[in-house]
Structure formats: structure tokens, C-alpha cells
């Protein structure tokens, strides 16, 4: 740990980019809490930035939540669409932006907040890492409070040592009541190893999938990238074809943290804004009571905000305008409560 197993292949990305494929970048810091003096685990020291849009915060904000550690570990949110041309710092910049109007709403989003971790009111996000000397300016982002250093910027990295920390970085969980992620010990070195494999099925055709399909400008990789991210999800629904509970058997593991984020994005918007319209999540019924399922743990469904995703995604499409649908067979996140809505 830091894990860089799921991280993209590097190998000629210019010239990959330049064809048409969709590259993701590697994280710049991955400094681990807990390992040396310099960031130790202690509650009340750590703040995360995140988008709420954002798949890769969902995981974050999804494992500080189930883990209980809401009250220890602050956290700012920026606003789901980033700055645009006519902006002074320049496009592409997230924005704390707390009394920006959503297109979708006509109103603010009450999710977003002030820059609160340095005491200085940052507007964007860009200055954490100019502050560190660094060019880089993604989310989600590990802050240190008392040192005004950025730990991590890696979200693999932080959703394993938060589970890791968990209890020294104040969880108001007992033991009894904390998902173990990923699990220690000799006698869960096989699910160890099971939730390995999936975490790399998952990562390289369904969470990073979904983006090489969506962001692709060549026909034959947007066509990979669907085909090997719908072959997945039929690999997932015949794994939950036995009734399992969770993709490793009863209980819920990092390998389903990570998978939660893209499917509950899928529906209501990958399906259409990344292309991904081969089926719904609904068409797949263990896959969807699957979904169902780990939407109604504890603190799930107050991890994410659909209308901040369907802001973010398609408040910066060609022409700004946000879908108000799927409405059937009910809205979503609704629908999320309902799994009987998959059938047999």
C-alpha cells in the first residue's frame, strides 16, 4: 500500500490520446496515513475535497460513510461543473462555489461548501497543489490540517488506509458495526485474493471502462471498451446468480465499494452519456438487487447526489443541457429502494 495495481498503463499514452483513446493520468502524491511520523493517523487532522459528480470521490465519500468517520474527517464539496473559458484562472478548474445555480435545479446545491481546510478561502482546487508546487488539480484530494500538506490525491489509496485506520482516525463505529473492507490475516488471504481480482476486472472495465467508452473519439476503442464493459456485467450477474449477498459472498467488501460508484451512475446517466446503451443495471436483476442492496447499507445513499452527477456530466456536454429522465419505471435514486422493479 499505496496499491497501483488498478492504475492506467502509461506505455505510449500521447500517442494512444492522440488516436482517439481516453488515457487517465497517474496520481502525483501517495503519501499513506499511519505509515510514517510525518501524516500519522489521528482523529480530526484529515479533510477531504471531493465532486460529488465525480465516481472516483464517490468512492471516498462512500468509505468515509460506512466507515463512520464522518465527524472526524471534515470535508469540503466543489460544485459539480467546472470553470469555463471565460473564467480569469481558466477552464477546467473545480470550484468551490457554494452560490453557483445548477442548470438542472435553477437553485444552489446545498451540498456545496466554502474551501474550509486552510483557513484562507480557496476558490479552486488548483491552489492545493500550487501550493505544493505541483501542476495537478483532480479530485478527490487527502488534506493534512496541520501541516497544510496534501497527503494523497490516489482515491485506491485513500479508501484502503481509511479501512485500515479506521479506528485510530476516529470512527464512531465500533468494531462490531465497521465493514472490514479488506480483510487481514492468513485466513482471508483467499478473499484477499478474490476481491484482487475483481478490483482489477472491475477497475479496467467498468470504472475506467465506462470513461474509454464515453470519452473515446475512435470508433473501434469506443467499441472495446463497450464490449469488455457489458461482458463484465454479465460476468458480475451470473457471480450473483447463486444469491450471494455481496460480490464475494455475505459480506460487503471493497471489491462491491468500487463497483457501486459506476452502476449507480448507469441508468441515469452512462447509459446515455457514455454510450453505454447496450442495457440498463434494471435489466439485470441480481446485478440490480445487488445495487439495491448496498444503496440501502448505512450511509450509502448519503455518499453521492445523482444531481450533481447529471449536472457534472451534462452541464459540460456540447450544449449544456441537462436530461430529466429516466422517469420509469420510476425516478432515480428511488428506484434504488425498489428492487423488486428487476423482475425475476
Request: hydrophobic share 35%; proline share 6%.
Given at each position: 500500500m499505496?496499491?497501483?495495481?488498478?492504475?492506467?498503463?502509461?506505455?505510449?499514452?500521447?500517442?494512444?490520446?492522440?488516436?482517439?483513446?481516453?488515457?487517465?493520468?497517474?496520481?502525483?502524491?501517495?503519501?499513506?496515513?499511519?505509515?510514517?511520523?510525518?501524516?500519522?493517523?489521528?482523529?480530526?487532522?484529515?479533510?477531504?475535497?471531493?465532486?460529488?459528480?465525480?465516481?472516483?470521490?464517490?468512492?471516498?465519500?462512500?468509505?468515509?460513510?460506512?466507515?463512520?468517520?464522518?465527524?472526524?474527517?471534515?470535508?469540503?464539496?466543489?460544485?459539480?461543473?467546472?470553470?469555463?473559458?471565460?473564467?480569469?484562472?481558466?477552464?477546467?478548474?473545480?470550484?468551490?462555489?457554494?452560490?453557483?445555480?445548477?442548470?438542472?435545479?435553477?437553485?444552489?446545491?446545498?451540498?456545496?461548501?466554502?474551501?474550509?481546510?486552510?483557513?484562507?478561502?480557496?476558490?479552486?482546487?488548483?491552489?492545493?497543489?500550487?501550493?505544493?508546487?505541483?501542476?495537478?488539480?483532480?479530485?478527490?484530494?487527502?488534506?493534512?490540517?496541520?501541516?497544510?500538506?496534501?497527503v494523497t490525491n490516489e482515491s485506491a489509496d485513500i479508501i484502503r488506509m481509511l479501512d485500515a485506520q479506521a479506528e485510530a482516525l476516529g470512527s464512531a463505529l465500533v468494531r462490531a458495526e465497521r465493514p472490514d473492507l479488506y480483510p487481514q490475516g492468513r485466513d482471508n488471504a483467499d478473499l484477499r485474493a478474490d476481491i484482487d481480482a475483481l478490483n482489477e476486472q472491475i477497475y479496467v472495465t467498468i470504472n475506467n471502462g465506462a470513461y474509454k467508452a464515453g470519452f473515446?473519439?475512435?470508433?473501434?476503442?469506443?467499441?472495446?471498451?463497450?464490449?469488455?464493459?457489458?461482458?463484465?456485467?454479465?460476468?458480475?450477474?451470473?457471480?450473483?446468480?447463486?444469491d450471494r449477498a455481496f460480490l464475494t459472498g455475505d459480506r460487503f467488501t471493497e471489491a462491491d465499494l468500487r463497483l457501486f460508484p459506476t452502476l449507480y451512475r448507469h441508468d441515469p446517466v452512462y447509459f446515455l452519456r457514455m454510450k453505454l446503451n447496450s442495457a440498463r443495471i434494471l435489466d439485470y436483476p441480481h446485478l440490480w438487487r445487488w445495487l439495491c442492496r448496498v444503496y440501502a447499507l448505512p450511509g450509502v445513499a448519503d455518499s453521492g447526489s445523482l444531481i450533481h452527477c447529471r449536472q457534472g456530466y451534462f452541464g459540460r456536454s456540447w450544449n449544456n443541457v441537462v436530461p430529466l429522465g429516466p422517469l420509469r419505471p420510476m425516478p432515480y435514486p428511488e428506484a434504488y429502494g425498489h428492487p423488486e422493479l428487476a423482475g425475476k
Open positions: 499505496p496499491e497501483k495495481a488498478t492504475e492506467e498503463n502509461q506505455q505510449d499514452a500521447a500517442k494512444r490520446r492522440a488516436s482517439g483513446e481516453f488515457v487517465r493520468g497517474v496520481s502525483g502524491f501517495r503519501a499513506v496515513i499511519g505509515e510514517t511520523a510525518e501524516f500519522p493517523a489521528e482523529p480530526n487532522r484529515y479533510h477531504l475535497i471531493v465532486a460529488l459528480n465525480c465516481p472516483w470521490c464517490h468512492r471516498v465519500t462512500l468509505t468515509r460513510n460506512a466507515l463512520g468517520l464522518q465527524d472526524s474527517i471534515s470535508m469540503d464539496v466543489v460544485f459539480p461543473n467546472r470553470t469555463g473559458d471565460d473564467d480569469p484562472a481558466g477552464p477546467n478548474q473545480w470550484e468551490f462555489a457554494p452560490d453557483k445555480v445548477a442548470t438542472l435545479t435553477d437553485a444552489t446545491l446545498p451540498e456545496c461548501t466554502h474551501e474550509t481546510a486552510t483557513g484562507q478561502g480557496l476558490r479552486l482546487v488548483k491552489e492545493f497543489y500550487e501550493a505544493e508546487g505541483s501542476t495537478e488539480k483532480s479530485v478527490p484530494v487527502l488534506f493534512d490540517k496541520k501541516t497544510q500538506r496534501i473515446s473519439s475512435n470508433q473501434e476503442v469506443y467499441a472495446h471498451a463497450f464490449k469488455a464493459y457489458f461482458d463484465t456485467l454479465d460476468d458480475l450477474e451470473t457471480r450473483l446468480s447463486d
